[in-house]
């Protein structure tokens, strides 16, 4: 049900692929709300993606960006601006890649080249793409940015590898950025921690499934899926969360507060018996 919580404002979103993507959901569900968006992806991306369709059924433009080149964001967001008609109110930051990760290299024998890029990609862009906007004067007073990250950044998943060092950093872009962005112009800057969800990224991580589980069963609320994640990115795009900003906003149905329940304690008892 849409509530025209975005009527008049103009987006950018980055890490739409496919279907599964929840930047594809955040994408459909902004328009729904009245927004006017662009989709942007790294070029080798969109080769074999589904990005051109999502554009086509919004009615809008893809404009491609490696996200970890000032250039390619500068000339997003200029491209942007003029295909909108003004400055940007959001921006969403839903990129992850790592090498490591997709050659099974396990944590304790990481290739660092690899290690590096991992961070450029998945979150030293997130700088880059504030930095661009930021210095570009593109963002409208008030506006938002989001970036999605996961708890691997506060707790340990043997699994996930660099990418929760990625995380990490992420997060304290967003605290760090937050700050001269509020005193520039009032634009929020905030990273949502999302439950583990079934993206095309996510399942390609060691054990994916095993912990999927174990957090839908530990959530009271069980897992949140790429659909609520959109809404919740709806509403912290639109001025009713006009005062929150530098914060990292758990998303996870419950899981972070959790140390044990019910469920998992009658799998211990059945795994006994």
């Not at 809008?60 to 601006?81: G, R």
């Not at 959530?219 to 639109?238: E, H, T």
Request: hydrophobic share 45%; glycine share 8%.
């Amino acid at each position: 049900m849409a509530n025209n919580l975005l009527k008049g404002k103009r987006g950018i979103i980055f890490g739409a692929l496919d279907e599964k993507s929840i930047a594809w959901a955040v994408a459909e569900r902004c328009h729904e709300e009245g927004a006017q968006i662009v989709l942007t992806n790294a070029p080798v991306a969109l080769r074999f993606g589904k990005i051109n369709e999502l554009a086509e059924k919004l009615n809008t433009k893809v404009i491609p960006a490696d996200a970890t080149k000032i250039e390619d964001i500068e000339n997003l967001f200029t491209e942007s601006m003029e295909l909108l008609g003004g400055k940007i109110d959001f921006v969403l930051h839903s990129i992850g890649m790592s090498l490591n990760v997709r050659k099974k290299k396990e944590y304790t024998n990481l290739n660092h080249d690899w290690m590096l890029k991992t961070f450029d990609i998945s979150a030293v862009s997130f700088h880059k793409v504030m930095q661009v906007a930021y210095n570009m004067d593109a963002m409208n007073d008030g506006g938002s940015i989001l970036a999605l990250t996961y708890m691997a950044a506060q707790r340990t998943f043997p699994e996930y590898n660099e990418m929760a060092e990625s995380k990490a950093l992420l997060e304290s872009y967003a605290r760090s950025f937050g700050y001269h962005f509020g005193v520039k112009n009032k634009v929020r800057v905030n990273t949502i921690s999302q439950s583990p969800t079934m993206t095309t990224a996510g399942s390609g991580v060691k054990g994916f499934g095993t912990f999927f589980d174990f957090a839908d069963k530990m959530s009271p609320l069980g897992n949140a899926d790429a659909a609520s994640c959109a809404d919740y990115c709806v509403v912290m795009f639109s001025d009713l969360t006009r005062m929150v900003t530098m914060q990292n906003l758990f998303h996870d149905g419950g899981f972070i507060n959790m140390g044990i329940n019910s469920v998992a304690l009658a799998g211990d008892e059945d795994a006994e018996a």
